[in-house]
């Protein structure tokens, strides 16, 4: 028997034990942990009492390695592995930023390629989240029958770029290869197969009951707290705040589109619990489906690669540039000495933001709820690490 | 087929060993069966193939494949463990589960021990399965094992609690605990199983009997003691080769145990639904058998559709949902048999 | 009480309506297929393993720049004025032997930057997916046609040649120097001129999928 009275048991943060509690490792290794996070957990029976993140085991020097470039096209390959769930995204952010630091201004036809590759992706990223959320919550088929999905969208994207995870697709100033011929028609039948699809999830999984049951009134986050640490994406709009980057600070050719933005809005318990973040989600991908149908109505014909610079030497300077990714703002701070390879990159990820409020929402909850939490908001640790 | 035995042999102990065998000649390759079937029924359920290699037709030998894999296996054991609970464990839970195929009736001709209490003896026997849990739990000296444990300790004894509550139904009605004359008292065309009868309070109890078995075979959505997104293995974290074979067989032994129960109890056991029509001690076995086997069937079904419920949840349902209505079911029976 | 009682109510219909999702996919044919015997067939723009034909390489190094992780490595020698190296299918003049054009397989990231600045388009990515081995060495793939015997000869020469030609300067110069060695690399991206456009044969589409046999030492 250890005597903790005389030797008090303290956890990483310098944090010391009563009696009746336990430190507890969650992860590197866990299968609910999406990636090699760590949580170092205190509990009291089931009961969590304290939640210490750990992270940086996927650490690959990403800013560093921007900087060590010969050119800024190089960088591309780098931040597709960034957020490896939706690296068009990434791509994309990162050549909207250097496009603001060259001023080069975007054929159309590569505006709305962007459009339709992001939401997409978005729809692909937003898939993983909810299949592996019901993996967390226990239910393992609704996972299967989102990557069945997603593999479809994967397909689209191979046929494109010859990729199907890294694309290297959206290069600064255009995109690496026109559509392809029949990807319209293919797009298009996707958004025909994917709508009842979203249905049949919801009837799987959204609306069981023993899925509310799990996931709402758990990890209430709410607007305010969400606003006070920064939270992004759907994290923030699950906490009933309206706020969208695509609209609110439109950037390519989101203006176009008539589409609604999604918030939580409590309908099985409180704003801003696991459901809702969930259900965001959801709804999301119904709406990016309208963008990507618009998108393909409207789509002009022309050149992708006349804009694309031959050589990138930007004037020195500096540029912030923030974009909608699946899972919030994704910011880029570029800094030019006008050399060829940038002088300083840093990312601005909505993951490591968004994990940041964990340990505010986990407290008091049980183990099983804690795995219900990290999985609503949706983290991948590639972003979260960099 | 007890008195055929002892009409060829003399030996007492000859026969009960021959006797106590047949259920391990049906559980072993049945268990090989059962998880190549949830492995099948998992993949066509989530729009995959499953298995299809070993063996040539639909991969049907891969549960085989698999065991020979686990027993070439090294047998790890932590440093830190309890070694002879650790040893113990697998064992028991095994034991646990295997004995209650004693009172069982497999068809009119053969049940194990045809012993007058054998509901009351099955229900006291399926008990030891938590010791062996918790003995593994403790022993392997892991957080995430020890939470396992407790978890299923929490669990099965208060899940005793409906199951017996609702075959206390069935022994109100046929006024004995003895299976097989459970089970003669059904002879006859389906109407005369107890699942029809005194409707809609057998039923209930009859639901309430098979929510509470998956909770106590630890399936989905009870499976909480070894929750993989949580506990990522439970009680058997720390075990490998074939004593995590042991386990896996305790457990589909378990689900075949409680379904039999199930079918025996509520849908007549080995009777043929169409009176005498495919009936006489081998039919017995079909049906008996196929019963069984539907009811595994559905428990793997349940397990592909439903999340996980969480701990409290878990104990709501057994304490707040199906305890009350076990005892709603009771004084229904108990006033309708009365009138 | 009459929530316990809708709760249980919509509990076990929603159980009931996932089983139906579930039952109704028990008789839906498989999206899966069994890989090493049924093979999908990849789309034209299939970004898979490096390949380099190297009777159209030309030395230029413009893939090497490109490359963001340093996965492509090319050495190479001028060739002698009597020599003739011969024509690229898209007609440049082949003025460098190249000597060593190694490409690290395990660290090449498949972005396809590498194909773009090719002058010549000799270097792209195929169709090929499956080439694990069991030592990553075996993983750096040698593109290079010449034999062993045959490159310290052709540097040989040319170090031979760039003496001489270093000997000749200074004699016209008559200014006795000692004669500097001439490095046996020139590193500069000396990229010719595309010559008259005799566009023989358009390259097929096709790529020839043989995996280099010759391994670095």
Request: hydrophobic residues 45%.
């Given at each position: 028997?250890i005597?903790?009275?005389?030797?008090?048991?303290?956890?990483?943060?310098?944090?010391?034990?009563?009696?009746?509690?336990?430190?507890i490792?969650m992860?590197?290794?866990?299968?609910?942990?999406?990636?090699?996070?760590?949580?170092?957990?205190?509990?009291?029976?089931?009961?969590?009492?304290?939640?210490?993140?750990?992270?940086?085991?996927?650490?690959?020097?990403?800013?560093?390695?921007?900087?060590a470039?010969?050119?800024y096209?190089?960088?591309?390959?780098?931040c597709?592995?960034?957020?490896?769930?939706?690296?068009?995204?990434?791509?994309w952010?990162?050549?909207?930023?250097?496009?603001?630091?060259?001023?080069?201004?975007?054929?159309?036809?590569?505006?709305?390629?962007?459009?339709?590759?992001g939401e997409?992706?978005?729809?692909?990223?937003h898939?993983?989240a909810?299949?592996?959320?019901?993996?967390?919550?226990g239910?393992?088929?609704?996972?299967?029958?989102?990557?069945?999905?997603?593999?479809?969208?994967?397909d689209?994207?191979?046929?494109?770029?010859?990729?199907?995870?890294?694309?290297?697709y959206?290069w600064?100033?255009?995109?690496?290869?026109d559509?392809?011929?029949?990807?319209?028609?293919?797009?298009?039948?996707?958004?025909?197969?994917?709508?009842?699809?979203?249905?049949?999830?919801?009837?799987?999984?959204?609306?069981?009951?023993?899925?509310?049951?799990?996931t709402?009134n758990?990890?209430?986050l709410?607007?305010?707290?969400?606003?006070a640490?920064?939270?992004?994406g759907?994290?923030?709009?699950g906490s009933?705040?309206?706020?969208?980057l695509?609209?609110?600070?439109?950037?390519?050719?989101?203006?176009?589109?008539?589409?609604?933005?999604?918030?939580?809005?409590?309908l099985m318990?409180t704003?801003g619990?696991c459901?809702?973040?969930?259900m965001?989600r959801?709804?999301?991908?119904?709406?990016?489906?309208?963008?990507?149908?618009?998108?393909?109505?409207?789509?002009?014909?022309?050149?992708?690669?006349?804009?694309?610079?031959k050589?990138?030497?930007?004037?020195?300077?500096?540029?912030?540039?923030?974009?909608?990714?699946p899972?919030?703002?994704?910011?880029?701070y570029?800094?030019?000495?006008?050399?060829?390879?940038?002088?300083?990159?840093?990312?601005?990820?909505?993951?490591?933001?968004?994990?940041?409020?964990?340990?505010?929402i986990?407290k008091?909850?049980?183990?099983?709820?804690?795995?219900?939490?990290?999985?609503?908001?949706?983290?991948?640790?590639?972003?979260?690490?960099? | 087929?007890?008195?055929?035995l002892?009409?060829?042999?003399?030996?007492?102990?000859?026969i009960?060993?021959?006797?106590?065998i047949?259920?391990?000649?049906?559980?072993?390759?049945y268990?090989?069966?059962?998880v190549?079937?949830?492995?099948?029924v998992?993949a066509?359920?989530q729009?995959?193939?499953g298995?299809?290699?070993?063996?040539?037709?639909?991969?049907?030998?891969?549960?085989?494949?698999?065991?020979?894999?686990?027993?070439?296996?090294?047998?790890?054991?932590?440093?830190?463990?309890?070694?002879?609970?650790?040893?113990?464990?697998?064992?028991?839970?095994?034991?646990?589960?295997?004995?209650?195929?004693?009172?069982?009736?497999?068809?009119?001709a053969y049940?194990?021990s045809?012993?007058?209490i054998?509901?009351?003896?099955?229900?006291?026997?399926?008990?030891?399965?938590?010791?062996?849990?918790?003995?593994?739990?403790?022993?392997?000296?892991?957080?995430?094992?020890?939470?396992?444990?407790m978890?299923?300790?929490?669990?099965?004894?208060?899940?005793?609690?409906?199951?017996?509550?609702?075959?206390?139904?069935?022994?109100?009605?046929?006024?004995?605990?003895?299976?097989?004359?459970?089970?003669?008292?059904?002879t006859?065309?389906?109407?005369?199983?107890?699942?029809?009868?005194k409707?809609?309070?057998?039923?209930?109890?009859f639901?309430?009997?098979?929510?509470?078995?998956?909770?106590?075979?630890?399936?989905?959505?009870?499976?909480?003691?070894?929750?993989e997104?949580e506990?990522?293995?439970?009680?058997?974290?720390?075990?490998?080769g074939m004593?995590?074979?042991?386990f896996f067989?305790?457990?589909?032994?378990?689900?075949?145990?409680v379904?039999?129960?199930?079918a025996?109890?509520?849908l007549?056991?080995?009777?043929?639904?169409?009176?005498?029509?495919?009936?006489?001690?081998?039919?017995?076995?079909?049906?008996?058998l196929?019963?069984g086997?539907?009811?595994v069937?559905?428990?793997?079904?349940?397990?592909?559709?439903?999340?996980?419920?969480?701990?409290d949840?878990?104990?709501?349902?057994?304490?707040?949902?199906?305890?009350?209505?076990?005892?709603a079911?009771?004084?229904g029976v108990?006033?309708?048999?009365?009138? | 009480?009459?929530?316990?009682?809708?709760?249980?109510?919509v509990?076990?219909?929603?159980?009931?309506?996932?089983?139906?999702?579930?039952?109704r996919?028990?008789?839906?044919?498989?999206v899966?297929?069994q890989?090493p015997?049924?093979?999908?067939?990849?789309?034209?723009?299939?970004?898979?393993?490096?390949?380099?034909?190297?009777?159209?390489c030309i030395?230029?190094?413009?893939?090497?720049?490109?490359?963001?992780?340093n996965?492509?490595?090319?050495?190479t020698v001028?060739?002698?004025?009597t020599?003739?190296?011969g024509?690229?299918?898209?007609?440049?003049?082949?003025?460098l032997?190249?000597?060593?054009f190694?490409?690290d397989?395990?660290?090449?990231?498949?972005?396809?930057?590498?194909?773009?600045?090719?002058?010549t388009?000799?270097?792209y990515?195929?169709?090929v997916?499956?080439?694990?081995e069991f030592?990553?060495?075996?993983?750096?793939?040698?593109?290079?046609?010449?034999?062993?015997?045959?490159i310290?000869?052709i540097?040989?020469?040319?170090?031979?040649?760039?003496?001489?030609?270093?000997a000749?300067?200074?004699?016209?110069?008559?200014?006795?120097?000692?004669?500097?060695?001439?490095s046996?690399?020139?590193?500069?991206?000396?990229?010719p001129?595309p010559s008259?456009?005799?566009?023989?044969?358009s390259?097929?589409?096709?790529?020839?999928?043989?995996?280099p046999?010759?391994?670095?030492?």
């Open positions: 028997m005597d903790t009275e005389s030797i008090p048991l303290k956890t990483s943060t310098g944090r010391t034990l009563r009696s009746e509690e336990m430190v490792n992860g590197p290794q866990h299968p609910s942990t999406h990636g090699v996070l760590r949580l170092e957990l205190v509990v009291d029976g089931e009961i969590i009492v304290d939640v210490v993140p750990h992270i940086g085991y996927l650490h690959r020097c990403f800013e560093k390695h921007a900087e470039m010969t050119n096209q190089q960088v591309i390959p780098y597709d592995r960034m957020d490896y769930i939706a690296s068009m995204n990434m791509d952010a990162y050549a909207l930023a250097c496009e603001k630091l060259l001023s080069i201004k975007i054929p159309e036809r590569v505006e709305y390629i962007r459009v339709i590759m997409l992706q978005r729809i692909a990223s898939l993983i909810i299949g592996t959320y019901g993996l967390d919550v239910a393992f088929t609704p996972f299967l029958f989102c990557f069945r999905d997603r593999e479809r969208i994967l689209l994207f191979e046929i494109t770029c010859g990729a199907r995870l890294l694309y290297n959206i600064v100033g255009g995109v690496s290869h559509l392809p011929s029949g990807f319209i028609d293919k797009a298009k039948a996707f958004c025909k197969y994917f709508r009842p699809t979203v249905k049949e999830l919801n009837d799987l999984l959204s609306y069981n009951e023993i899925f509310i049951k799990r709402a758990i990890g209430i709410p607007a305010d707290v969400a606003i640490y920064g939270c992004s759907p994290m923030l709009r009933g705040v309206n706020f969208d695509r609209r609110d600070d439109p950037y390519s050719i989101y203006d176009r589109f008539t589409w609604e933005v999604q918030i939580g809005k409590g318990g704003v619990d459901w809702d973040r969930y965001v959801v709804w999301e991908m119904e709406q990016s489906l309208n963008i990507i149908e618009q998108a393909l109505e409207q789509i002009p014909e022309g050149d992708v690669m006349s804009a694309i610079p050589r990138i030497r930007p004037n020195p300077g500096e540029v912030y540039v923030r974009s909608e990714s899972r919030g703002e994704i910011g880029f570029i800094i030019s000495d006008g050399s060829a390879s940038p002088y300083r990159v840093k990312a601005r990820s909505p993951a490591f933001v968004n994990l940041s409020v964990c340990p505010e986990c008091g909850y049980m183990i099983a709820d804690i795995v219900a939490i990290i999985g609503s908001v949706d983290i991948v640790l590639g972003e979260v690490d960099r | 087929m007890e008195q055929v002892r009409d060829i042999f003399d030996n007492h102990f000859f009960y060993t021959i006797m106590a047949i259920p391990l000649l049906w559980v072993l390759p268990a090989l069966f059962a190549w079937l949830e492995r099948k998992s066509h359920m729009d995959r193939l298995p299809m290699r070993v063996g040539g037709w639909h991969g049907w030998a891969q549960t085989l494949a698999d065991i020979l894999k686990l027993i070439q296996k090294e047998d790890i054991v932590p440093k830190a463990a309890d070694q002879k609970l650790h040893f113990l464990a697998p064992f028991v839970v095994f034991i646990g589960s295997y004995a209650a195929f004693a009172t069982i009736p497999f068809s009119s049940i194990g045809n012993i007058n054998g509901l009351f003896y099955i229900i006291a026997v399926s008990s030891i399965v938590v010791v062996g849990i918790l003995m593994a739990g403790w022993s392997s000296n892991n957080k995430w094992s020890l939470f396992g444990a978890r299923a300790a929490a669990q099965i004894v208060s899940y005793e609690i409906p199951t017996a509550l609702a075959l206390l139904v069935v022994i109100m009605m046929t006024g004995t605990l003895n299976l097989q004359e459970i089970n003669q008292i059904q006859g065309w389906f109407w005369n199983w107890l699942l029809f009868q409707f809609p309070f057998v039923f209930i109890a639901i309430i009997y098979f929510v509470a078995s998956l909770a106590e075979t630890n399936r989905t959505p009870f499976d909480i003691p070894e929750a997104s506990l990522v293995a439970g009680y058997h974290t720390e075990y490998s004593k995590f074979a042991l067989l305790a457990e589909y032994a378990n689900m075949f145990a379904s039999a129960i199930g025996t109890l509520f007549g056991g080995w009777n043929s639904p169409f009176g005498n029509f495919l009936s006489g001690p081998v039919w017995g076995v079909f049906w008996f196929s019963k086997m539907f009811f069937f559905v428990q793997m079904w349940l397990r592909w559709t439903l999340p996980r419920l969480r701990v949840q878990l104990m709501y349902v057994s304490w707040k949902v199906l305890t009350p209505w076990a005892f079911c009771i004084v108990g006033l309708w048999m009365m009138i | 009480m009459n929530q316990y009682f809708r709760d249980i109510f509990s076990v219909w929603s159980v009931l309506i996932g089983m139906a999702v579930t039952f996919h028990l008789f839906i044919p498989a899966t297929i890989y015997d049924v093979k999908l067939k990849l789309p034209e723009r299939a970004r898979n393993r490096l390949y380099v034909n190297m009777d159209d030395g230029c190094l413009q893939c090497e720049i490109a490359c963001p992780v996965c492509i490595t090319i050495d001028k060739s002698l004025p020599e003739d190296l024509i690229t299918s898209t007609g440049h003049k082949k003025r032997w190249v000597t060593q190694d490409i397989i395990a660290k090449c990231c498949y972005c396809g930057l590498c194909v773009y600045p090719c002058p388009e000799c270097i990515m195929t169709d997916y499956e080439f694990s030592k990553r060495h075996d993983l750096i793939y040698n593109y290079v046609t010449l034999t062993k015997d045959e310290p000869s540097k040989n020469r040319t170090a031979e040649y760039e003496k001489e030609q270093a000749k300067k200074a004699a016209a110069a008559a200014q006795p120097k000692p004669p500097t060695p001439a046996s690399t020139s590193g500069s991206p000396a990229i001129k008259v456009a005799s566009d023989g044969q390259k097929t589409s096709t790529v020839t999928t043989q995996p046999s010759e391994k670095k030492a």
